[in-house]
């Protein structure tokens, strides 16, 4: 008499026992070390933007005497007025047009750029992108003194668009580079079907090309942004009147005017981080999905 074994429970070993008691309890705790490198990470992030503005608030006597964790016994916004009143408006301003100026530079240059270096077998073609991308190890101290001579030259130093071109140009390299990897995302049948149809490749650029990247242009656009807000060096070298001043340069010249007034230069920090803070904080998940090269998808 034969024993039917087809529905008999599979035998399972202690050891693999063992194994799914340990994940089951990893579910239902988590991870201890990875809540705890979290908690140090909130604390070392938290712990510089509360005693930032903190200390934003505090009188100048109170700032250098006082505990500069403790929150401020009487608040004032002073500091603030001060600030404002020293020509911050027109910084701001100016910081705006260079960064919204740059982005679009980058943005109409780059798209097509990685669009060719994608779509084109040439070898013109891949030259052209090796070149792009030897920008990316070049840095931009190397070059600043023939910057300097060009800009002379072509009669725009003291400008804005003294500041604009060069930010634009050492953008490019990341910018193609970015482009270019969430392009070849798209797949090829999409081309073909698009070809079969009749259509140009100016028309697979902006009817395909684009629509299917944006994850990947918004962050070319973020990160070009970034790189105009914060930027030193240009505004440093290749400007130099009230008129033409940005945010960087004039937080650096803020810490000579006010001398050891903290609570000045701080609340000049504050004002000027806000405005890239709350742009990052709108399309991070966009940044970082491009960063990951899944943009495109």
Do not use: C
């Not at 916004?77 to 679009?104: E, R």
């Amino acid at each position: 008499m034969s024993v039917d074994t087809r529905h008999a429970a599979p035998t399972v070993s202690p050891a693999f026992r063992t194994r799914l008691a340990t994940a089951r309890r990893r579910k239902r705790w988590g991870n201890p070390l990875a809540g705890l490198g979290s908690l140090v990470w909130l604390v070392l992030v938290v712990v510089p933007l509360y005693t930032l503005i903190a200390s934003s608030l505090m009188h100048q006597d109170e700032a250098l005497n006082g505990d500069p964790l403790a929150f401020p016994t009487n608040p004032t916004l002073d500091n603030y007025k001060t600030v404002l009143d020293s020509g911050f408006s027109t910084m701001l301003g100016n910081t705006v047009i260079v960064a919204a100026s740059t982005v679009a530079i980058v943005l109409v240059l780059a798209v097509p750029v990685a669009y060719v270096a994608v779509r084109t077998r040439s070898r013109l073609s891949s030259l052209a992108f090796r070149t792009f991308l030897l920008g990316v190890a070049i840095p931009a101290q190397a070059v600043i003194v023939p910057l300097y001579l060009l800009i002379g030259k072509m009669g725009l130093y003291d400008s804005l668009p003294a500041i604009i071109l060069p930010t634009a140009a050492f953008a490019m390299p990341v910018a193609v580079l970015i482009l270019s990897g969430t392009m070849r995302d798209v797949s090829e049948e999409m081309y073909e079907a698009m070809a079969l149809d009749g259509a140009t490749p100016l028309r697979m650029l902006w009817q395909l090309a684009v629509p299917m990247s944006k994850g990947g242009i918004s962050t070319v656009a973020i990160y070009t942004a970034l790189q105009a807000w914060n930027g030193f060096l240009f505004p440093l070298i290749l400007t130099q009147s009230e008129e033409n001043r940005v945010l960087t340069l004039g937080l650096f010249n803020f810490q000579t005017q006010f001398g050891v007034n903290i609570p000045a230069v701080l609340a000049a920090i504050v004002l000027s981080v806000v405005p890239i803070f709350a742009v990052y904080l709108v399309a991070r998940k966009a940044l970082i999905n491009g960063l990951m090269g899944v943009g495109g998808k």
